[in-house]
């Protein structure tokens, strides 16, 4: 289906569909934002599960603004935060609304502007431009933890539940550093060396961080600064470096990143409109991942050390990065799904492998192929 005349049409809006896109916490569903409010799709087919527009949330209701709108798993919980032009609550509240009862179970509220948030079932992560605070989910939620940041206006952090953990990631006081606490037990530990064994301090890049991802078991994290040109991954419990990928030379704005649900596989998005997957290598597998073909040559710069992507394509705007902000979710360990923020469009790729052979020696050739695309409004 040739799509371009549809997704790069003269008559685009001139300011984002979407306010917001966030996946759930196993990326089957994510939820849109914008000025009229949010709905929850699944991710692959891409179907409408929820219009609250339709069923009575924002009925009677004159501003509808919703800028954050995140699920707890395929639960009837949604943590919502008002925005937009006409905001549905002010930018310092919490809702986290029950759809099941079609009423707000929790309301919390705040000083400043509640950037991001994150949920569990027994936590609720509020994500605050210098602050970030863990309370318990109840009724009546308490304050467990708060710990201060630099400012992160973006509210870059992430939060992965396992069943022997609770990684919560963000920014440290200082740039370039990763703050990373186990919640599952740090406030529950009375001995403080102990204690302080769950909360590390990962000085991760020179420059200011800009977005960061922990894979499915929790862990790694893997980390961009403002800079975007280096991926890092860290381990979250002995802090050591993992990986370094290189994403390019120029410097790009990474608008996201997630591991693949088995955790081998890191996806990366930027503003350069190009998408690059790249292998995370443990317990000794043979290597993929591209490298400079001067790698071993002394003299040269650390340039030519890089690892890069083992495949990338190009996708989204080349004429205007404004325009590719891009939301990952990844579908199974060879597909994913991209959510464009300004056009509001649904993208569907699939990771091809295909095998070159020839007298010496079999060669393994990577291709990303789009497999179909659909208007968040269809």
Same mark, same amino acid.
């Given at each position: 289906?040739?799509?371009?005349?549809?997704?790069?049409?003269?008559?685009?809006?001139? %300011?984002?569909?979407?306010?917001?896109?966030? +996946?759930?916490?196993?990326?089957?569903?994510?939820? =849109?934002?914008?000025?009229?409010?949010?709905?929850?799709?699944?991710?692959?087919?891409?179907?409408?599960? !929820?219009?609250?527009?339709?069923?009575?949330? $924002?009925?009677?209701?004159?501003?509808?603004?919703?800028?954050?709108?995140?699920?707890?798993?395929?639960?009837?919980?949604?943590?919502?935060?008002?925005?937009?032009?006409?905001?549905? +609550?002010?930018?310092?509240?919490?809702?986290?609304?029950?759809?099941?009862?079609?009423?707000?179970?929790?309301? @919390?509220?705040?000083?400043?502007?509640?950037?991001?948030?994150?949920?569990?079932?027994? *936590?609720?992560?509020?994500?605050?431009?210098? #602050?970030?605070?863990?309370?318990?989910?109840?009724?009546?939620?308490?304050?467990?933890?708060? +710990?201060?940041?630099?400012?992160? /206006?973006?509210?870059?952090?992430?939060?992965?539940?396992?069943?022997?953990?609770?990684? @919560?990631?963000?920014?440290?006081?200082?740039?370039?550093?990763?703050?990373?606490?186990?919640?599952?037990?740090?406030?529950?530990?009375?001995?403080?060396?102990?204690?302080?064994?769950?909360?590390?301090?990962?000085?991760? *890049?020179?420059?200011?961080?800009?977005?960061?991802?922990?894979?499915?078991?929790?862990?790694?994290?893997?980390? &961009?600064?403002? #800079?975007?040109?280096?991926?890092?991954?860290?381990? =979250?419990?002995?802090?050591? @470096?993992?990986? %370094?990928?290189?994403?390019?030379?120029?410097? &790009?704005?990474?608008?996201?990143?997630?591991?693949?649900?088995?955790?081998?596989?890191?996806?990366?998005?930027?503003?350069?409109? =190009? !998408? $690059?997957?790249?292998?995370?290598?443990?317990?000794?597998?043979?290597?993929?991942?591209?490298?400079?073909?001067?790698?071993?040559?002394?003299?040269?710069?650390?340039?030519?050390?890089?690892?890069?992507?083992?495949?990338?394509?190009?996708?989204?705007? /080349?004429?205007?990065?404004?325009?590719?902000?891009?939301?990952?979710?990844?579908?199974?360990?060879?597909?994913?799904?991209?959510?464009?923020? +300004?056009?509001?469009?649904?993208?569907?790729?699939?990771?091809?492998?295909?095998?070159?052979?020839?007298?010496?020696?079999?060669?393994?050739?990577?291709?990303?192929?789009? %497999?179909?695309?659909?208007?968040?409004?269809?």
């Amino acid at each position: 289906m040739d799509t371009k005349k549809v997704l790069y049409s003269s008559r685009e809006p001139k %300011e984002p569909k979407l306010l917001g896109v966030y +996946f759930n916490q196993d990326q089957t569903c994510f939820t =849109t934002c914008s000025n009229e409010g949010f709905k929850v799709f699944s991710s692959y087919p891409m179907e409408i599960k !929820l219009n609250p527009s339709l069923n009575g949330i $924002h009925h009677y209701d004159t501003n509808p603004g919703i800028v954050i709108a995140k699920m707890l798993y395929k639960t009837n919980y949604i943590g919502l935060v008002g925005g937009g032009h006409r905001p549905r +609550f002010p930018s310092n509240k919490l809702c986290i609304w029950d759809n099941a009862k079609e009423s707000n179970a929790i309301v @919390l509220d705040f000083d400043t502007p509640i950037v991001n948030l994150h949920l569990s079932r027994v *936590h609720i992560v509020v994500v605050l431009k210098n #602050l970030v605070l863990v309370y318990s989910f109840k009724p009546i939620p308490e304050l467990i933890l708060s +710990f201060e940041t630099i400012d992160n /206006k973006l509210g870059v952090s992430d939060f992965r539940v396992t069943k022997a953990s609770s990684i @919560l990631v963000f920014p440290a006081r200082l740039p370039g550093q990763l703050h990373i606490v186990d919640i599952s037990n740090s406030y529950q530990l009375n001995d403080e060396e102990t204690k302080n064994k769950s909360i590390a301090l990962v000085k991760a *890049h020179k420059n200011a961080i800009h977005c960061v991802t922990l894979s499915p078991c929790g862990n790694l994290v893997a980390s &961009a600064s403002e #800079l975007g040109t280096l991926i890092r991954v860290h381990d =979250t419990k002995t802090c050591s @470096l993992i990986h %370094e990928f290189r994403r390019g030379v120029e410097p &790009a704005t990474i608008t996201d990143m997630k591991f693949s649900p088995g955790g081998d596989k890191l996806a990366v998005l930027s503003d350069k409109s =190009t !998408l $690059h997957i790249y292998y995370i290598f443990q317990n000794g597998k043979i290597e993929e991942n591209q490298r400079h073909r001067f790698k071993n040559v002394p003299v040269l710069s650390k340039y030519f050390e890089s690892t890069w992507s083992f495949v990338s394509k190009s996708i989204g705007d /080349k004429t205007d990065p404004s325009k590719n902000d891009g939301i990952i979710g990844w579908v199974d360990d060879s597909s994913w799904v991209v959510v464009w923020k +300004f056009k509001g469009i649904w993208e569907k790729y699939n990771l091809v492998k295909k095998i070159i052979s020839n007298s010496n020696k079999d060669m393994t050739k990577w291709s990303i192929q789009r %497999e179909g695309w659909k208007s968040i409004d269809s």
